[in-house]
């Protein structure tokens, strides 16, 4: 039984002929700790468990005590290991090394994280996070964007949640932080006349030169509805010309081609005239780049594919000032078809399909589109057309 002895410092006390210290690490399992150490129970020794007891507590209080640490201190302990609590940043990096992501997605998690909640969160156990804590971060960053703080609260709500799947946490502190309003990009797709003249223009001024590559490129996207990383990452034995399909299986994310597209789902995209007219252009081109690459759409200056996003960007914005267009990304080539084929009045799985979209997602992006003027034609069937419950009523007046 421990012995209290006046004039021992708060913490140390007397077990048998050794001592023994007291401490409370906050987030170890359990918190409350005793240690004996062996020391003798003179001056000398006292002051010895004193002084390590001091820097046990600094150590908790800047948040520096980890398990290798604990177990230099106190050699001989009888607390497991396994049981200590991972700081947010040892979780966090675990967590994200057991995701199965792409670099570039991995990237963005990572810079995420290190920016907005590693400097508060770091070194706190990952169970001792409150949402009192994450309110504190939240008031006292300069957001830059709405769009900014959503990210970061939902990426920080990934790594709570799975803390939480995995029994360090009874529910997520993240949850009950409000996120801001997911703002919509606005669709601003070009018109089928706009798209043809961009085209035009750029075959009539690019013509015979490495850089008619990126005039067939536009005319490939404004065709297709590719996704701009996924044209980048088009190879030639991807294009089947016989049954008029692209394989659409990888995309070019921080200028390195990923094996995967967007949604994990490989698509077959058909390939009418144009699309077609813009591969036949760029065989032709290939022929002037004298370049290795099983790449569809190398870049102009040199390298197997388009590493820069920007790349093609560069022809499309003199083109549309030289045509005094307004300007728009190279994304809005994949809404320009998108809502070419709604208003043409195809069907909208059909569409959804080739775009690698859910009908679901289709809807909710084009609706404005979707409306034309056969809406009224649409409307009268209600009015020409049998509706079950007269002809029941119809039939409980014959019989």
Same mark, same amino acid.
């Given at each position: 039984?421990?012995?209290?002895?006046?004039?021992?410092?708060?913490?140390?006390?007397?077990?048998?002929?050794?001592?023994?210290?007291?401490?409370?690490?906050?987030?170890?399992?359990?918190?409350?700790?005793?240690?004996?150490?062996?020391?003798?129970?003179?001056?000398?020794?006292?002051?010895?468990?004193?002084?390590?007891?001091?820097?046990?507590?600094?150590?908790?209080?800047?948040?520096?005590?980890?398990?290798?640490?604990?177990?230099?201190?106190?050699?001989?302990?009888?607390?497991?290991?396994?049981?200590?609590?991972?700081?947010?940043?040892?979780?966090?990096?675990?967590?994200?090394?057991?995701?199965?992501?792409?670099?570039?997605?991995?990237?963005?998690?990572?810079?995420?994280?290190?920016?907005?909640?590693?400097?508060?969160?770091?070194?706190?156990?990952?169970?001792?996070?409150?949402?009192?804590?994450?309110?504190?971060?939240?008031?006292?960053?300069?957001?830059?964007?709405?769009?900014?703080?959503?990210? =970061? #609260?939902? +990426?920080?709500?990934? &790594?709570?949640?799975?803390?939480?799947?995995?029994?360090?946490?009874?529910?997520? *502190? %993240?949850?009950?932080?409000?996120?801001?309003?997911?703002?919509?990009?606005?669709?601003?797709?070009?018109?089928?006349?706009?798209?043809?003249?961009?085209?035009?223009?750029?075959?009539?001024?690019?013509?015979?030169?490495?850089?008619?590559?990126?005039?067939?490129?536009?005319?490939?996207?404004?065709?297709?509805?590719?996704?701009?990383?996924?044209?980048?990452?088009?190879?030639?034995?991807?294009?089947?010309?016989?049954?008029?399909?692209?394989?659409?299986?990888?995309?070019?994310?921080?200028?390195?081609?990923?094996?995967?597209?967007?949604?994990?789902?490989?698509?077959?995209?058909?390939?009418?005239?144009?699309?077609?007219? =813009? #591969?036949? +252009?760029?065989?032709? &081109?290939?022929?002037?780049?004298?370049?290795?690459?099983?790449?569809?759409?190398? *870049? %102009?200056?040199?390298?197997?594919?388009?590493?820069?996003?920007?790349?093609?960007?560069?022809?499309?914005?003199?083109?549309?000032?030289?045509?005094?267009?307004?300007?728009?990304?190279?994304?809005?080539?994949?809404?320009?078809?998108?809502?070419?084929?709604?208003?043409?009045?195809?069907?909208?799985?059909?569409?959804?399909?080739?775009?690698?979209?859910?009908?679901?997602?289709?809807?909710?992006?084009?609706?404005?589109?979707?409306?034309?003027?056969?809406?009224?034609?649409?409307?009268?069937?209600?009015?020409?057309?049998?509706?079950?419950?007269?002809?029941?009523?119809?039939?409980?007046?014959?019989?």
């Amino acid at each position: 039984m421990a012995r209290k002895h006046m004039g021992l410092p708060p913490g140390v006390e007397f077990v048998g002929d050794t001592i023994r210290v007291r401490f409370t690490w906050r987030g170890a399992t359990p918190p409350r700790r005793c240690e004996t150490l062996k020391l003798p129970q003179t001056p000398k020794g006292i002051s010895a468990a004193a002084g390590l007891l001091t820097r046990v507590k600094q150590l908790i209080d800047h948040q520096a005590l980890d398990d290798d640490k604990y177990a230099q201190l106190f050699p001989n302990t009888s607390y497991a290991v396994s049981k200590r609590v991972p700081t947010f940043r040892d979780y966090a990096q675990v967590w994200l090394d057991s995701r199965e992501i792409v670099a570039g997605t991995r990237k963005n998690y990572r810079s995420s994280l290190n920016q907005h909640w590693m400097p508060y969160l770091a070194m706190l156990p990952v169970n001792a996070v409150s949402a009192f804590d994450i309110r504190k971060i939240v008031v006292a960053t300069e957001w830059k964007s709405p769009t900014a703080k959503r990210t =970061a #609260l939902v +990426r920080l709500r990934a &790594v709570l949640r799975s803390a939480v799947n995995d029994g360090w946490l009874d529910k997520n *502190p %993240a949850l009950g932080i409000d996120l801001p309003s997911k703002s919509k990009r606005k669709i601003d797709p070009f018109t089928q006349s706009e798209a043809d003249r961009i085209i035009e223009h750029m075959y009539t001024t690019l013509a015979g030169k490495r850089t008619e590559i990126y005039a067939c490129l536009i005319e490939f996207s404004l065709y297709t509805g590719m996704r701009p990383g996924e044209v980048r990452a088009l190879r030639w034995d991807e294009i089947n010309e016989a049954k008029r399909i692209a394989r659409v299986c990888r995309i070019v994310v921080d200028g390195e081609v990923a094996e995967r597209i967007k949604n994990r789902k490989p698509r077959n995209v058909l390939l009418n005239d144009r699309a077609l007219h =813009a #591969l036949e +252009r760029a065989k032709q &081109v290939k022929e002037i780049l004298n370049q290795k690459t099983d790449f569809i759409f190398p *870049p %102009a200056q040199g390298g197997e594919w388009m590493q820069d996003p920007d790349g093609p960007t560069g022809y499309l914005k003199p083109t549309l000032a030289a045509l005094g267009i307004r300007e728009r990304r190279l994304y809005d080539t994949r809404h320009t078809y998108a809502t070419m084929c709604l208003m043409a009045g195809m069907n909208v799985a059909f569409i959804a399909n080739q775009l690698g979209h859910t009908v679901e997602v289709l809807l909710s992006t084009y609706a404005e589109w979707i409306n034309t003027d056969g809406d009224w034609t649409e409307l009268n069937k209600l009015v020409t057309a049998p509706i079950g419950t007269k002809l029941v009523q119809q039939e409980s007046v014959n019989d």
